[in-house]
């Protein structure tokens, strides 16, 4: 996840260490198989918190959801898509959001401003891996 346009994203320290031993050979990268929703990624007058890069997860996870897919829209850029059906978290308000790999660790967090989400309607969320 790059974090040049956006101090509202971060990857995890976690996922930087597994990204280094993966390049030196040390262990295979795990897959990217999940995003993480929560409601902690605004502080009581809603003002957005930018999350750190030591967190080892979201400040308050509410649900996770296996990814619809994902898309290569550039060279460098992996797309993860993930959408809530009308029954999923009806009723929270969605501030954070991340991506988890099969090893269940949280690789990077994006924090924003609450969404509201009714038991009416879809919500795709999507994530963009730059490098």
Excluded at 10 to 25: D, F, N, P, Q, W
Excluded at 93 to 99: A, D, H, K
Aim: proline share 3%; net charge negative; aromatic share 6%.
């Amino acid at each position: 996840m790059s974090t040049e346009k956006n101090k509202n994203v971060i990857i995890t320290k976690k996922s930087r260490e597994k990204l280094v031993k993966a390049r030196a050979g040390a262990i295979q990268l795990p897959k990217i198989v999940g995003m993480v929703f929560g409601d902690g990624g605004v502080d009581a007058s809603g003002n957005v918190i930018p999350p750190t890069e030591s967190q080892s997860g979201l400040t308050n996870e509410i649900f996770r959801k296996e990814l619809d897919g994902y898309s290569f829209p550039a060279d460098t850029t992996c797309r993860y898509e993930c959408t809530l059906t009308e029954s999923e978290l009806a009723g929270e308000e969605i501030s954070e959001i991340g991506l988890y790999d099969s090893e269940g660790d949280v690789v990077c967090i994006k924090t924003f401003k609450r969404k509201g989400k009714d038991d009416d309607v879809e919500q795709t969320y999507t994530l963009d891996d730059i490098f």
